[in-house]
């Protein structure tokens, strides 16, 4: 797991009101099916 970036979540929540963190990350699982299915 990776941690991409953060977010501002009071911008987000507009969007979603449900948000619970300000932390987007992106899972191993994730990474790879990009390497999989999209390569370069």
């Known amino acids: ?3 991409v970036c953060r977010i501002d979540v009071e ?3 507009i ?3 449900d948000i619970q963190t300000d932390i987007v990350i992106i899972t191993d699982e ?3 099916h ?3 299915h ?3």
């Open 1 to 3: 797991m990776i941690e």
């Open 11 to 13: 911008l987000y929540k």
């Open 15 to 17: 969007v979603t009101p």
């Open 30 to 32: 994730r990474i790879e």
């Open 34 to 36: 990009i390497r999989d």
């Open 38 to 40: 999209h390569p370069i």
